[in-house]
């Protein structure tokens, strides 16, 4: 059972489309992290959110700590080709020190 | 580029053999990660050090160890290796447990 349950597992859309990615716990986390993972490379990180209810924005990508910081989202608006691949949730739960990884969503933007 | 550096890139090896994958971590990051990507278990951390000494561990097998020494650099063993060790073996380092920066990965297929 992963600590972090992302959905969906794959997302496919046409460019110029948007979408939401999920990740969720029962744990309650210090933080989360969003990654991003391309074939053949390691993942890199895009953001952490902190405080609970938290908004970030990066370019066409919002992120959002949920009020129990038990969940995120990722939201990307006009998603386009380079929009694609593995986008990870990470967070280090309360009364720990390790940071796990949720499952991944597969996000294809196509042209 | 994340800065931490891995070797090799590509292992190829028989079952019940030895590896040795090494890592360099960014400059003035004092703690090393290992991770372990397959396609049905995702990212699963395996150890942690900081500044030579084990930090955290998590699913690492007992034929696998590993080590940080006095120079930073890190190496993971995996030993008595079995077709299931097939996997992508990431390091990565950063200034705080959740906001890391990965290499590249090394890449194993056991035979």
């Known amino acids: 059972t992963q600590l972090l349950e992302q959905s969906p597992q794959f997302l496919s859309i046409q460019e110029g489309e948007n979408l939401t990615v999920y990740c969720n716990s029962s744990s309650v986390f210090s933080s989360l992290q969003w990654y991003r993972q391309e074939p053949g490379e390691g993942p890199v990180l895009l953001v952490t959110?902190?405080?609970?209810?938290e908004v970030k924005k990066l370019k066409r990508l919002t992120f959002q700590f949920g009020d129990a910081r038990k969940d995120s989202s990722l939201h990307i608006t006009a998603a386009q080709p380079g929009d694609t691949g593995l986008y990870l949730c990470a967070g280090v739960p309360f009364n720990d020190y390790k940071l796990s990884f949720g499952a991944g969503t597969t996000v294809t933007v196509r042209a | 580029d994340s800065g931490v550096t891995q070797t090799p890139k590509h292992l190829i090896t028989a079952t019940g053999q030895r590896v040795t994958l090494r890592c360099s971590p960014r400059?003035?990051?004092?703690?090393v990660y290992w991770y372990q990507q397959s396609l049905d278990q995702g990212l699963q951390f395996l150890i942690q050090y900081y500044n030579g000494e084990e930090r955290a561990k998590g699913n690492i097998l007992e034929r696998f160890s590993a080590q940080q020494f006095p120079d930073l650099h890190s190496e993971l063993n995996l030993s008595s290796l079995e077709l299931g060790d097939s996997a992508l073996y990431f390091c990565?380092?950063?200034?705080?447990?959740?906001?890391?920066?990965f290499g590249e990965g090394s890449r194993l297929t056991v035979l």
């Open positions: 400059s003035g990051d004092l703690s």
């Open positions: 959110v902190v405080t609970g209810g």
């Open positions: 990565a380092s950063g200034p705080e447990v959740g906001e890391l920066f």
